[in-house]
């Protein structure tokens, strides 16, 4: 049995949010490393080293474009069956974190991955009756 359009478009919007989502953490992670030696001390007292922090600026946006995404999707589709997709985005995170930070891949982080695919992939499965 095939999914009704909306509940196809909600998931559409899920999916995005979640390369919206992992796009957002990536520039916040290159955001803060740009305020290596910046204490808080500092930050509190000139702000403004946060709002020319472009990559911070474009993180927080994503993460806004990302939130309306969802309530856009939530609206029609099932929140047991959307809300579960979200946590690809730790998927997307590991993935460009190591492409772009270099960072270490681990057979726990493997394992982990592979347990939130198996379990989106349940989920999504149990939504479909």
Not at 19 to 40: E, H, R
Not at 51 to 73: A, D, E, Q, R
């Amino acid at each position: 049995m095939s999914r009704p359009p909306a509940d196809r478009l909600s998931i559409i919007l899920v999916m995005l949010c979640t390369f919206l989502g992992a796009a957002a953490q990536i520039l916040m992670k290159m955001g803060g490393n740009g305020l290596a030696g910046v204490t808080g001390a500092q930050l509190l007292a000139e702000p403004v080293l946060l709002l020319k922090n472009l990559p911070l600026l474009g993180g927080y946006g994503l993460y806004g474009v990302s939130t309306i995404l969802l309530v856009l999707s939530l609206r029609r589709g099932q929140l047991s069956v959307l809300y579960p997709i979200i946590s690809l985005t730790y998927v997307w995170v590991l993935i460009l974190s190591f492409l772009i930070f270099h960072e270490a891949l681990n057979p726990w982080k493997i394992g982990g991955v592979l347990a939130i695919v198996s379990g989106v992939a349940v989920l999504g499965r149990d939504g479909r009756s």
